[in-house]
């Protein structure tokens, strides 16, 4: 049974930094890419950050984090990080972990709540 555990989210100021963690199971999963979606108040989930699976470190950004988000993960632990640097209120979200380039929608998790206000 494939699954995600979302953790680290919490309350933040602006400019403010938060890590994120994904822990995953049931899986292989040194061969897939992986990424880190958010849901925002009224908003469509988005992908923000992906990392390539295999052999590669590729990563991939939403303009809207680009320089402020880092994503990266340890294979050896199956887990997936995303660095939160500089964070503005319309970083507020929930987030989540999931495969890319194409989230398998049975295994979403709870997700982490990230909020950034004053």
């Known amino acids: 049974q494939v699954q995600f555990v979302d953790s680290g989210g919490g309350l933040v100021q602006p400019g403010g930094s938060l890590r994120l963690s994904c822990a995953t199971s049931g899986m292989i999963f040194q061969l897939f890419g992986m990424g880190w979606y958010r849901q925002g108040p009224g908003n469509q989930r988005e992908l923000v950050a992906s990392?390539?699976?295999?052999?590669?470190?590729?990563?991939n950004y939403a303009e809207s984090v680009k320089g402020r988000f880092t994503i990266s993960r340890d294979n050896a632990k199956k887990m997936v990080y995303l660095q939160m640097n500089n964070l503005k209120p319309d970083d507020t979200a929930v987030y989540f972990c999931?495969?890319?380039?194409?989230?398998?929608?049975?295994?979403w998790g709870q997700g982490t709540r990230v909020t950034v206000s004053s």
């Open positions: 990392i390539a699976g295999g052999d590669s470190d590729s990563t």
């Open positions: 999931n495969v890319v380039p194409r989230p398998a929608d049975r295994y």
